[in-house]
């Protein structure tokens, strides 16, 4: 029987081009380690609450809702 014919041939690609899909999704999911910069340090990352803590401190009025001098 001629091979383009036979079931086990169009079972083998189906299944080649779910593992390659597989395979290909998997390794992009992979996250890449950070870029090391020369003169660069590293910082770590603020909670979002210490992030408003810090840029909203008692008193201060943001720069759009002061009154030009």
Known sequence: MDILHSTWFWLF????LVMSTIGSLARLSKVPPPVDLPGVKPQPYADDKDEDEADNPAGHTPASLRKPK
């Open 13 to 16: 690609v189906i299944v080649a």
